[in-house]
């Protein structure tokens, strides 16, 4: 069989990753949307072999990395164990855990717990979720409060430590300070969903970053369809970047893919077009 085209790649605290990671907000329920929307995706997917379509045509273009917080989630933890086994491949784990970030020895002893069990489920990567570092924001400051104690946890468990964080300041501060990691989690979409400060701002510091930054968000959770997206992400990014797409099928998958490819080719997508229930009209007619 012919092997498919494979995704660019970059590399990040000496590990090869593809520059689209496979998102997992699409497969475990967090729409961004509405409280149905979570359902209808968890209803979907609730077992591992419904999120092997997914993976496989991800891993068929050497799209082989994964992010989320996948360490507490078995049913994701299951899921990528299945798709390892069946296609004899590795997938890379981006885990991105809530993590107990009080001052306190018991705050401690579960924030150590936490980053054991994501190297136990066998996790590359470790960037605690955004709502837990961005507890340890010093904006007066321009610093994370004990944030390199949580970075040396990640280091002892063998995990690369990384920032994921909404605010854009945190790869100001990281960067100004020092901070020992290796990549950045953002948001960057082309309608500032979510974001802290204008796009033009999160894009100039993302091209500024002293790490490669792994993107999240590009279609606004849906907003924006994914030629839109992905054409402006691209268009942005440097080549050591990163964009996290999250889709809920196959053929989703496959044309992001597609439009990706496309947009750093700089020429249009081969996709087929929408359906309508008029389909005799001029623009619609390929």
Known sequence: M?????????VVGGVSLPRILIGTNWLLGWSHRSSAQDKLITEKFDTPEKFFPVFETYMQHGINAVMGPISASPLAIDAIKYAEDKLGKKIIIIDTPV???NDTPEGRKSAEDTFKKSAEIG??????????????????KRIFDRL??????KRANGLIPGLSSHY???VVYSDTNGYDVETYIQILNCMGFLMHTEIENVARIITNAKKPVMTIKPFAAGRVTPFVGLNFNW??????DM???GVMSEREAAEDIEISFAALDRRYPDLAGRSSPDMNQAVLKR
């Open 243 to 245: 964009i996290t797409v």
């Open 123 to 140: 996790s590359t990567f470790c960037l605690m979720h955004h709502g837990s570092l961005e507890q340890l924001c010093n904006k007066n």
């Open 235 to 240: 268009s942005v990014l440097r080549d050591i």
């Open 99 to 101: 993590t107990n970030v």
């Open 168 to 170: 854009p300041e945190a």
């Open 148 to 153: 390199p104690d949580y970075l040396y946890m």
């Open 2 to 10: 012919e092997q498919m085209r494979q995704f660019p790649r970059t």
